[in-house]
């Protein structure tokens, strides 16, 4: 049986999109989704007063992202993206279950990297929940069996980029210490397993050097997000630029300036208690 929660109309195609994360990191898949469709209108909310979720345990997420996803739905969403890696392996398929409109998730991009590694050693930097999860588990059997992967959890780093310290001594001395075991293996390839790290990306291009490829999957995400609105013509028709609304439960003070820095331009921001 599938829930009372869900949009009255979700095929209306002027409807908002929402995406959410435990805090500011899936901005960066926010960006990659308004780049591709600039007239879908988008809510954004940042969990971050329950940051950081890859701690947490799984039915403490599942809970977060419930009463996160109910708040996007009372909104009239027409689709939700769960633009957190350590939320889609603890909930997606509870949230599938009990919402009835279109859920994309992510999850850390092992296929991509096991066919770019040419030495065939791959790393992936993800939260310690991503990692322990029965869904990175099973990635690993599907597309980790023909590579090396080594991966690392990066405690401390989501609350670094939640406090917008991007190039702060603290944030590089942290990224040299979970890059090092990759290096250390050969890894030619790694995977940016969290949203949160393309924040800090040019750091870790900066660590590893160039010969290392990165991959992040925030643009094959929208990708996947307009394929699936194509699917069931529910694309925005509009040529109108669309609004970008962002939401927040931080209880910091600088949370405002923290998203307008990752957004690269001012937002329209809604602070919740
Ligand atoms: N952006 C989330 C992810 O992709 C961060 C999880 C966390 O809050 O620990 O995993």
Redesign the pocket.
Known sequence: MKPVLMPKNNTMTKNPIGVM???V??ISVLKHIHALLPNEPLIYVADSAH?????KSQEEIKQRCFAVADFLIAQQVKALVV?????TAAAIADMRARYDLPIIG?EPAVKPAATASKNGIIGVL??V??LQSAQFAALLESYGRNVEVVTQGCIGL?ECIERGELDTEHTKQLLQQYCAPLLAEGADTIVL????YPFVRELIEQIVGKSVTIIDTGAAVAKQLQHKLSEQSSLNPSTEPATIQFVTNSPHIQANKVIESLWGRPAKIQRLT
Request: charged share 5%.
């Open positions: 994360d435990s805090g990191g899936g940051a950081p979720y890859g701690n633009a957190c890696n350590t939320a992510m993800a939260t929940g991503t989501v397993g969290c949203t949160h």
